[in-house]
């Protein structure tokens, strides 16, 4: 059941475009898993640092943006990925790895900060067929995603996120990770939960420039029944039976449907043993506009440090922002009961639930309205998601839903004596 949400009651985060906290660079299309729900084609293939700088380059010319998201493919197996950190550093830009981690040690990770590594992102979900994790829940898989944590913390100084596939048999497992993420709030930064998506061959036709293409040879694309409209609203429901304040406060809309949650972002307070409260849609406001205000820029990935001032949260917002009073009353109380909670910080999590394209009965794509997973081809800023369509056509696809076959009718005539 999805849950009511209003978005009129949100703070629409003002990101478009030309001006967005992520630009999002693929220097490899090459990765050493085949997740179920991954939207690039596995080939082993790396561009050229200097391929690299070009998009780095046309991002700063297209876009002004906080944070590069290195992805791919899995970019630790870019062989100079630490050069990659590096060159966004010297950008004066923050550099973020999205991985599955197979490819992480420790040294890496060290020389990785040491080039100017800010923050790290871990997809890990059940249905990515990783060596000895198949068959596992996401409750199971919980074990891994606190290899990876530990790994990060014992580096310190690197915000740390975790990345889960959605699927609808798995869906019922997404609070088991909220319940570790809230465990482990002082090393997790943010959880962020991505709804299961496919080009849908029955149904629809498929057209690249007015002509008819054949959309199967995309990986993406899906010929057998299984459900591909997972919405954030669902995952959000589910979120709210294990924790019934749960409370988004911010989003972005859809190009076509105004009131889609395509990135619906939470924000909430506490420590290893409570969680406390959210944060509410002014409070994210004044953080994004003053941010941008101060800076010039929409902000991504907070250090760990400024993620561990939940006391200093409350304390400054708790008069304007109901919610935060809410938590804050439930704070006080908790150090009334056990003083010695007062020696313990207050951490700041971030859960993120992004639902991507949905196609609309009558063809029509709705995309995420400023979606700040765009990346660079041909020297444009393209969907990351959609990627291989212009790979493959030249051109993003339009979808038309199939006309039904014209019944033939049968021949009235009377047959010749």
């Given at each position: 059941?999805?849950?009511?949400?209003?978005?009129?009651?949100?703070y629409?985060?003002?990101?478009?475009l030309?001006d967005?906290?992520?630009?999002?660079?693929?220097?490899?299309?090459?990765?050493?898993?085949?997740?179920?729900?991954c939207?690039?084609?596995?080939?082993?293939e790396?561009?050229?640092?200097?391929?690299?700088?070009?998009?780095?380059d046309?991002?700063a010319?297209?876009?002004?943006?906080?944070?590069?998201?290195?992805a791919?493919?899995d970019?630790?197996?870019?062989?100079?990925?630490?050069?990659?950190?590096?060159?966004?550093?010297?950008?004066?830009?923050?550099a973020?790895?999205n991985?599955?981690?197979?490819?992480?040690?420790?040294?890496l990770?060290?020389?990785?900060?040491d080039?100017?590594?800010?923050?790290?992102?871990f997809?890990?979900?059940?249905?990515?067929?990783?060596?000895n994790?198949?068959?596992?829940?996401e409750?199971q898989?919980?074990?891994?995603?606190q290899?990876?944590?530990d790994?990060?913390?014992?580096v310190?100084?690197?915000?740390?996120a975790?990345?889960?596939?959605?699927?609808?048999?798995t869906?019922?497992?997404?609070?088991d990770?909220?319940?570790w993420?809230?465990?482990?709030?002082?090393?997790v930064?943010?959880l962020?939960?991505?709804?299961?998506?496919?080009?849908?061959?029955?149904?629809?036709?498929?057209?690249?420039?007015?002509?008819?293409?054949?959309?199967?040879?995309?990986?993406?694309?899906?010929?057998?029944?299984?459900?591909?409209?997972?919405?954030?609203?669902?995952?959000?429901?589910?979120?709210k039976q294990?924790?019934?304040d749960?409370?988004?406060?911010?989003?972005l809309?859809g190009?076509?449907?105004?009131d889609s949650f395509?990135?619906?972002?939470?924000?909430r307070?506490?420590?290893k043993?409570?969680?406390?409260?959210y944060?509410?849609?002014?409070?994210?406001?004044?953080?994004?506009?003053?941010?941008h205000?101060?800076?010039?820029?929409?902000?991504?990935?907070?250090p760990?440090?400024?993620?561990?001032?939940?006391?200093?949260?409350l304390?400054?917002?708790?008069?304007?922002?109901?919610?935060?009073?809410?938590?804050a009353?439930?704070?006080?109380?908790?150090?009334?009961?056990k003083?010695?909670?007062?020696?313990?910080?207050?951490?700041?999590q971030s859960?993120?639930?992004?639902?991507?394209?949905?196609v609309?009965?009558?063809?029509r794509?709705?995309?995420?309205?400023?979606?700040p997973d765009?990346?660079?081809?041909?020297?444009?800023?393209?969907?990351s998601?959609?990627?291989?369509?212009?790979k493959?056509?030249?051109?993003?696809?339009n979808?038309a839903?199939?006309?039904?076959?014209?019944?033939?009718?049968?021949?009235?005539?009377?047959?010749?004596?």
């Amino acid at each position: 059941m999805e849950q009511v949400i209003d978005h009129r009651t949100l703070y629409r985060l003002p990101w478009n475009l030309s001006d967005n906290p992520i630009a999002w660079l693929e220097p490899t299309q090459a990765c050493n898993l085949a997740c179920d729900g991954c939207y690039r084609q596995n080939v082993k293939e790396h561009k050229s640092i200097d391929e690299v700088q070009a998009d780095l380059d046309t991002f700063a010319r297209l876009r002004n943006f906080d944070g590069v998201s290195i992805a791919g493919g899995d970019p630790l197996m870019h062989p100079q990925v630490v050069e990659i950190v590096r060159r966004v550093t010297k950008m004066g830009r923050k550099a973020i790895i999205n991985t599955n981690g197979l490819a992480l040690t420790h040294e890496l990770l060290v020389e990785l900060k040491d080039a100017g590594l800010v923050g790290i992102t871990f997809h890990v979900d059940s249905k990515q067929g990783r060596p000895n994790w198949r068959d596992k829940t996401e409750g199971q898989m919980n074990e891994l995603r606190q290899h990876f944590a530990d790994m990060v913390a014992n580096v310190g100084g690197i915000a740390c996120a975790f990345n889960s596939t959605v699927y609808e048999d798995t869906m019922e497992q997404v609070p088991d990770i909220v319940a570790w993420g809230a465990r482990n709030i002082d090393r997790v930064h943010t959880l962020v939960f991505i709804t299961y998506r496919a080009a849908v061959l029955n149904g629809f036709d498929y057209f690249a420039g007015g002509e008819k293409v054949d959309m199967s040879k995309l990986v993406y694309s899906l010929d057998k029944p299984r459900r591909t409209d997972i919405s954030s609203r669902d995952v959000a429901a589910v979120i709210k039976q294990r924790y019934p304040d749960f409370a988004p406060c911010a989003y972005l809309n859809g190009t076509e449907k105004p009131d889609s949650f395509k990135w619906l972002a939470s924000v909430r307070v506490g420590d290893k043993q409570n969680i406390y409260g959210y944060v509410g849609p002014k409070v994210m406001e004044f953080t994004q506009a003053g941010h941008h205000l101060l800076s010039g820029r929409y902000m991504s990935y907070a250090p760990p440090s400024t993620m561990s001032m939940g006391r200093s949260l409350l304390a400054a917002s708790a008069f304007v922002d109901p919610s935060l009073r809410t938590a804050a009353v439930r704070y006080l109380k908790q150090v009334a009961r056990k003083p010695t909670t007062l020696l313990s910080p207050l951490h700041v999590q971030s859960v993120v639930i992004i639902q991507p394209i949905d196609v609309l009965e009558d063809g029509r794509q709705n995309m995420c309205d400023g979606c700040p997973d765009m990346t660079i081809h041909d020297g444009k800023l393209a969907w990351s998601c959609r990627l291989e369509e212009l790979k493959h056509f030249g051109c993003f696809v339009n979808c038309a839903p199939k006309r039904a076959e014209p019944r033939r009718q049968k021949d009235a005539r009377l047959p010749l004596a």
